[in-house]
């Protein structure tokens, strides 16, 4: 089965091992090397810490801090090797503690496939780090959201397609995953930016005929009113999507980063894997 040959997985914050598990299941899929990389959580401020005084006190913190990044990081890499062992993948462990950014999204620019959790959500890591991994390390990102079962996804799939560049390099990069799909279905939505792509008697039409073409069937269904991020989520519970796949709208400078208003409302809302393209 062709499709993506590595897959590399961000751990970071408290939903990790779950994360890890739908990570090793998809690479077992798609017989893909499993690359995991856990992201010690940096020392966050506290009132313990702010009254600490002189070298000693701050010393300890500093230690107390680090003990419990080196316990979590020995609790995930006990799951990886349990489920590397299960599957029999082919994977390879990272440890990321205080990397600058760049080298960050090194790890995700050289596989083909990057997971993480949404930005925000209760027990996963900072929003910023997940927005970085979509918008500037260049390669498709699946969002995987807390609790989701690890052997489900990917069956049913619903597209966000607007006619945009970002849609259609979403498409291209999920290719594999809808070619193997049981079903798959196109909603086309529009937002300003985007209204004068979906013009026409067959809004749609050009783009099913050709994923026909590359052998997958699609059906579509073209929306014209309503929050675009609303709709694909609507949609996708009708549908009983188990993998929203669309493309990720906004600008990255690194250091400031933007999300388009759709991309924003899902991110915030969805509650189903989320494969996002820049």
Excluded at 40 to 56: N, S
Excluded at 106 to 114: D, K, N, V, Y
Excluded at 131 to 140: K, Q, T, Y
């Amino acid at each position: 089965m062709s499709g993506h040959k590595d897959i590399l997985v961000f751990l970071e914050g408290h939903d990790a091992v779950q994360r890890l598990a739908f990570a090793a299941v998809q690479a077992a899929r798609w017989k893909a090397h499993l690359t995991a990389v856990f992201i010690a959580a940096p020392m966050q401020a506290t009132l313990d810490i702010g009254f600490a005084v002189g070298e000693a006190a701050i010393r300890s913190a500093f230690e107390h801090h680090r003990g419990l990044a080196e316990t979590a990081e020995r609790n995930a890499r006990a799951a990886f090797d349990a489920l590397v062992a299960e599957h029999g993948l082919e994977a390879e462990w990272r440890y990321s503690h205080d990397e600058p950014l760049e080298r960050i999204l090194s790890h995700a620019r050289h596989c083909g496939l990057a997971m993480i959790g949404f930005p925000g959500r209760e027990g996963n890591g900072p929003a910023s780090l997940c927005e970085d991994i979509v918008l500037a390390s260049g390669r498709p990102t699946v969002l995987v959201p807390p609790g989701w079962p690890a052997e489900v996804s990917g069956r049913r799939i619903l597209v966000g397609w607007n006619g945009s560049r970002e849609s259609a390099r979403a498409l291209s990069d999920a290719m594999p995953l809808l070619e193997a799909a049981d079903a798959v279905k196109l909603v086309l939505v529009a937002e300003e930016r985007t209204a004068a792509l979906l013009a026409g008697e067959e809004p749609g039409a050009d783009i099913v005929r050709h994923l026909a073409r590359c052998g997958v069937k699609a059906s579509a269904e073209h929306v014209e009113k309503g929050n675009p991020g609303d709709v694909l989520l609507a949609r996708a519970k009708e549908f009983d999507a188990d993998l929203l796949v669309m493309g990720a709208y906004g600008h990255s400078r690194i250091t400031e980063l933007v999300f388009g208003g759709a991309t924003r409302s899902i991110l915030m809302k969805a509650a189903l894997p989320v494969f996002l393209s820049r």
